[in-house]
């Protein structure tokens, strides 16, 4: 009973954490999500993670929702309330906070150097989490193909993402 206590608490403090970094979304701390649940808390291995996340992105609603199933299983029902509360609830209230902030201070002359700062490290942090997923999903040469590939035309075509997943599926299936 006490080791769950304490993995409820674990999952608590390390969503919580983890929730207030999260500049520029979810992604943006993927990072050190996996640095927490696979390296430091080993809850997770990188292939789970790999799969939960991928979960996350087909499942309808947010895509962290993912938190909540690394949440159940580490500590069960408590540990899918504790990882939801950790990661949702600090950035909201933050978000709120700031929000309510932003607008008394529409006037104040660093308010456009702080949005002009902000953007570039959003852009890194998701950067980042994009290396990540690429690290731990690409593998062999069919995969550097088919990633490859999926990049090129989602930044010349702009074609619906649909048919990549389905493509890549396929890709998959195909290589055994």
């Given at each position: 009973m006490m ?24 992604s943006?701390?993927?990072p ?5 649940v696979?390296e ?5 291995q990188?292939?789970?993670f790999?799969?939960?996340y ?40 933050l ?6 902030l ?8 660093w308010?456009?150097s ?11 942090l998701?950067g980042?989490g994009?290396w ?5 999903a ?11 590939g ?26 055994g």
């Open positions: 080791e769950e206590i304490h993995r409820v608490l674990a999952l608590l403090a390390g969503f919580s954490l983890i929730s207030v970094l999260a500049i520029g979304g979810g943006a701390v993927l050190e999500m996996h640095k927490v696979v430091r808390h080993h809850w997770l990188s292939d789970d790999k799969e939960v991928s979960l996350g992105q087909v499942a309808p609603g947010p895509n962290m929702t993912m938190v909540a199933v690394i949440g159940e299983a580490v500590a069960g029902p408590l540990g899918w309330l504790a990882a939801t509360i950790g990661f949702f609830l600090p950035s909201s209230l978000a709120l906070g700031v929000n309510r932003w607008h008394r201070l529409e006037n104040w002359p308010r456009e702080i949005e002009a700062g902000l953007a570039p490290l959003a852009i890194g998701m980042a994009a990540l997923l690429a690290r731990l690409v593998s062999g040469r069919v995969g550097l193909l088919v990633a490859s999926t990049t090129a035309l989602l930044i010349l075509r702009r074609p619906n993402p649909f048919w990549l997943i389905l493509a890549g599926a396929a890709a998959g299936i195909a290589a």
